[in-house]
Nanobody, 125 residues
């Protein structure tokens, strides 16, 4: 059963922007911690950003100041706005969500919750 539906990936030139979205399929997701992980080529999976039910956000150091996570509880949708993209941001981005605490970027508890299928982000020079 698909719990999270992602969209918004694509290809962009360095310095460009993309906005990912992730929608939970039932009402539980309006109160869940939601976040994004990414799998970059040749690297370990890493947490990118997370947002808790009250809107508190955390980010990986590599994306601070460039990426913004937000959430609309009414539509159960989390967004990841990515600006000033770099070629090293290229990879698969996965949405995760769960009733986990604490809620923070890269949380192993969040990594063990529900996952979307992923969306590809490609940044060219």
């Amino acid at each position: 059963q698909e719990h999270l539906v992602e969209s918004g990936g694509g290809s962009v030139q360095a310095g460009g922007s993309l906005k990912l979205s992730c929608t939970g399929t039932d009402s539980r997701y309006s109160t869940y911690c939601m976040g994004w992980f990414r799998q970059l080529k040749g690297k370990e999976r890493e947490g990118v950003a997370a947002i808790d039910r009250d809107g508190a956000t955390t980010y990986a150091d590599s994306v601070k100041g460039r990426f913004t996570i937000s959430k609309d509880n009414a539509t159960r949708t989390a967004y990841l706005e990515m600006n000033n993209l770099k070629p090293e941001d290229t990879g698969m981005y996965y949405c995760t969500a769960g009733g986990v605490r604490p809620c923070y970027s890269g949380s192993p508890y969040l990594a063990s919750a529900h996952w979307g299928k992923g969306t590809q982000v490609t940044v060219s020079t």
